[in-house]
């Protein structure tokens, strides 16, 4: 029998409205599933909706892809509803994917304090939530949280899941995990560095080619941005860099508004554009069609606050796209690799510079590009490392509770 892994993710398919979470949880049950069962308990509806899915069952165990999920209401679904889903449940091990969600995460970890649940071990991922630029956006009322977390413990014992190096600093930074300090601002607990699982099709992409629609000389440059409208994502950055650049641009911008007020912002800054630039707000996207519509672009430009792996860079490079992004994020060195840059948010010039070189670009440069793009999105969907990495983290935390006695047999 496969151990079974119990996940609570707000968000999961068939919504995908709420970006990298739902791919990463998505890409994870389909590469992990020969080795685990999956069981799944997420809202009945996506991000911004307020309707449920049509065609599912409310509070019932569903085939969902290679998982079974649960989607439940939002209403009454706290800490007496998830102590019950976890008790009648069979699990080896709790996957929990946010630090700061107040249901699907606190609720779970409350209970696990009061000693509510099953004695399971609890791994937890954090999505970024602990970079510095995720860390400004609220800034007072996620350290007063912080605080509140380490002092009563919430949070101690657990397996903490870091996408990089970068994200095992962040989360010993702000929790100081796995670290020998003395006092109550201390979370007892071990941080793992295992690289988010990308999507693999299991055939190289970087060899399939993709339907591409070249730009003509005379046209705009073609740059897009995908993802959800929100602070942490810094489409006003974007806008603001726009406003430097001297040649004509046609900026596509793909995603949802999560955050009204912040696309407030974001149209006075259109509005305020030269006349080179053009901008058009598409929407969200389906899944199912976000690599044909990148190939369709020129440039993908994302100055994110922070990503803790980003699956939508990952995207525009399987699309041949050349990105051009922050340096918060796990895709660095990327000018070396020749198909993009990664670069500091204080240099603002510096990314109105790079808009207008890949402008300048012959076709056979573009060409070579997107190749190079196609190769490093496919050599990191296929790398076995990574998805044995995954793999040991379940198995490991599993096995160490088995040992210590502080998981009872199911």
């Known amino acids: 029998m496969k151990p079974v892994i119990l996940t609570f993710a707000r968000y999961y398919v068939p919504g995908y409205q709420a970006g990298g979470p739902i791919r990463t949880l998505a890409n994870m049950v389909e590469r992990l599933s020969d080795s685990f069962e999956f069981r799944i308990v997420a809202l009945d509806r996506d991000l911004g ?8 069952l409310p509070d019932s165990w569903m ?19 998830v102590a019950e889903i976890v008790r009648s449940t069979p699990h080896d091990a ?39 630029g995720a860390l400004q956006i609220k800034w007072l009322k996620k350290n007063i949280f912080i ?17 990089g ?27 793992l560095a295992v690289p988010d699982l990308s999507f693999f099709s299991g055939i190289d992409h970087a060899l399939s080619g993709k339907a591409e629609t070249p730009r003509r000389s005379a046209a705009p440059l073609r740059v897009c941005f995908l993802s959800r409208i929100s602070p942490m994502k810094n489409l006003d950055v974007a806008l603001r860099v726009l406003a430097h650049v001297r040649v004509p641009v046609r900026f596509a911008i793909y995603g949802p508004i999560e955050d009204a007020a912040y696309w407030t912002v974001c149209k006075t800054l259109i509005a305020k554009l030269p006349s080179n630039v053009e901008v058009v707000h598409e929407g969200a996207i389906e899944p199912a069609h976000i690599e044909s519509t990148l190939a369709r672009q ?20 399987r699309a041949g796209l050349p990105v051009l992004i922050s340096d918060q994020t796990p895709w660095r060195h990327l000018e070396e690799r020749g198909v993009g840059w990664d670069l500091p948010l204080g240099d603002l010039s510096a990314f109105s510079r790079r808009i207008e070189e890949v402008a300048a670009w ?13 190769t490093l999105a496919a050599e990191v969907a296929q790398d076995p490392v990574t998805l044995e990495a995954n793999r040991r983290l379940f198995l490991d935390v599993i096995s160490a509770a088995k040992r210590t006695g502080r998981a009872p047999a199911r």
């Open 49 to 56: 909706d307020v309707s449920p899915y049509p065609d599912v």
């Open 63 to 81: 085939p969902c892809g290679r998982a079974l999920v649960r989607h439940v209401r939002p209403q009454g679904f706290g800490l007496r509803r």
């Open 94 to 132: 709790i996957y929990l994917n946010s630090f700061f969600d107040p249901r699907f995460t606190q609720s779970v970890l409350v209970n696990h304090r009061l000693g509510r649940l099953c004695g399971r071990p609890i791994v937890i991922a954090v999505r970024g939530e602990f970079s510095a």
């Open 147 to 163: 605080g509140l977390a380490k002092l009563f413990k919430i949070y101690d014992g657990l397996t903490w899941q870091a996408s």
């Open 165 to 191: 190096t970068g994200e095992v600093l962040d989360i010993q930074r702000v929790l100081s995990v796995g670290r020998h300090r003395s006092g109550w601002a201390r979370v007892s607990g071990e941080v």
């Open 298 to 317: 020129d440039l993908f430009l994302f100055p994110t606050r922070g990503e803790s792996f980003g699956h939508v860079i990952h995207e525009a490079l």
């Open 362 to 374: 012959s076709d056979t440069a573009c060409r070579m590009c997107s190749a190079r793009a196609r």
